[in-house]
């Protein structure tokens, strides 16, 4: 059922007006079929009412038929006399056609005490001959009448209606008439009159979906590429409903650009006025005699202005200047695995094939460092690993540390959050390195992922599309 039912809002939109379009017009054929059945019930009693009237004038004035000359009694779809009614029991009433009949033979001027109609589909027996209607269609057909402008009349035949009207002497006189079925011209017309309703409709209702859609359909697009600055604004198009929204939409990008570009000039000014002083510092300390001191204070110091630069590089992600560019993945780990070993440190890679990915080299180099710096802070070794799964690159980090418990790994990328309580640098970061490196990965269109392994220690993936 999902697979049928679209996507889009217009095809929704479509898709229900079609459907309430069907279902109306399934019901207006049911009821233009029944009413067309009722049609030929009435046409086939009036014939037979028509009959018996017309054949009892003729009785009553004693006038034979003349036919090929001679002078006889008229033998086709005669009248049938006898002691009982031929509607019998087996026969569904028509008490409409019965009151139908007795107001038309009252109106003529013609009594009876007892008047029954119905209808069969199958003619008994003995009224085979008493049935008329049964050569309208050869009549109608025949080459002279068709070429007088006579159509063509439906050989279906649905049944029979007989009446039975019973005089004043008891006896009963009785003639069956013949009900024909639907027409293939009425079947033509509901199917003509089917296709030009959905024409007629759905024809405007896509053009009013495309007139709609096409703005939502930009201002999406816009949405999902929205980058703070962008001073160039989405047009307005569309009725006006969708025209208020992409001007609300283009007032609110305006209010970011601005709140950003407020933001970045606060930043560098935090970042100037943070790190004069703290150069300064760094230099007053130089002067104090006690080496140990001395290097805690440095440490201090140095703790502070790389605290400073994960906030900074944090509150800047996604105005960085930096162009995305294909870049060998292998190449880049060997490059950032170097210098983890200078600096003594065990990280081992497993080189595998060569991947290339659409990334700006400088934030995923800073990512993967947190990632290894985490990895050796924490287990004391990493080992890294590339996979490839579809469009998506996994750069795993294992460590063998403790792990962290499963119901506490999403809060370990809150700001500031530590696997380890105490706030030195010596047992633990700063608190930023993983939401730094997951807001680098979610700028890439990835994301990082935390699992703990099966044999010990924690595994860490950077996941990048590629393609």
């Known amino acids: 059922m999902k697979r049928l039912w679209p996507g889009s809002l217009v095809g929704q939109l479509l898709l229900v007006v079609a459907l309430m379009l069907l279902l109306a017009q399934g019901i207006n054929s049911f009821l233009l079929y029944r009413g067309a059945q009722n049609q030929n019930l009435v046409e086939s009693s009036t014939a037979a009412v028509s009959r018996i009237a017309f054949g009892l004038d003729r009785q009553a004035g004693d006038r034979p038929v003349r036919r090929g000359g001679a002078m006889r009694p008229r033998r086709w779809g005669r009248l049938k006399y006898g002691p009982e009614s031929a509607v019998t029991g087996r026969m569904r009433r028509l008490p409409e056609l019965e009151a139908r009949a007795g107001q038309a033979f009252a109106n003529m001027g013609i009594g009876f005490s007892d008047i029954r109609a119905a209808f069969t589909t199958d003619l008994p027996p003995d009224m085979t001959g008493h049935l008329i209607g049964a050569n309208r269609g050869g009549w109608r057909n025949n080459p002279i009448n068709r070429s007088m402008g006579g159509r063509p009349a439906p050989t279906e035949t649905r049944g029979y209606v007989t009446i039975s009207a019973r005089q004043a002497d008891g006896q009963w006189v009785s003639i069956a008439s013949t009900v024909r079925g639907r027409t293939p011209l009425m079947v033509r017309t509901l199917l003509f009159q089917t296709i030009t309703i959905y024409l007629l409709m759905l024809v405007p209702l896509i053009l009013l979906g495309r007139y709609i859609s096409r703005p939502l359909k930009s201002l999406t697009a816009r949405a999902h590429a929205f980058q703070p600055g962008e001073t160039e604004p989405l047009p307005e198009q569309g009725p006006p409903d969708t025209r208020e929204l992409i001007r609300a939409f283009n007032a609110m990008s305006a209010r970011v650009s601005r709140m950003i570009n407020e933001k970045d000039v606060m930043l560098g000014a935090i970042g100037h006025d943070l790190r004069t002083p703290l150069a300064a510092l760094r230099v007053r300390v130089e002067n104090v005699e006690d080496e140990t001191e001395r290097e805690r204070m440095v440490a201090g110091i140095e703790d502070i202005d790389h605290t400073l630069d994960d906030i900074l590089s944090l509150a800047r992600l996604g105005r960085s200047q930096e162009q995305a560019d294909p870049v060998d993945i292998r190449s ?83 700001p500031f959050r530590r696997g380890e309580s105490s706030r030195n640098r010596a047992t633990g970061g700063s608190g930023l390195g993983l939401t730094l490196a997951r807001a680098i990965a979610r700028d890439h269109g990835g994301d990082i992922i935390l699992k703990n392994r099966d044999n010990g220690g924690l595994r860490a993936t950077l996941v990048l599309p590629v393609g």
Request: aromatic share 4%.
């Open 332 to 414: 880049l780990i060997e490059t950032i695995v170097d210098e983890f070993s200078d600096l003594g440190h065990q990280v081992h890679y497993q080189r595998g094939e060569k991947q290339s990915a659409l990334i700006r080299e400088t934030l995923i180099r800073r990512a993967l460092r947190n990632l290894i710096g985490n990895a050796i802070l924490y287990g004391k070794s990493a080992d890294i690993s590339v996979e490839k799964s579809g469009d998506r690159l996994m750069i795993n980090v294992d460590d063998d540390g403790p792990g962290i418990p499963a119901d506490n790994i999403d809060a370990m990328f809150e």
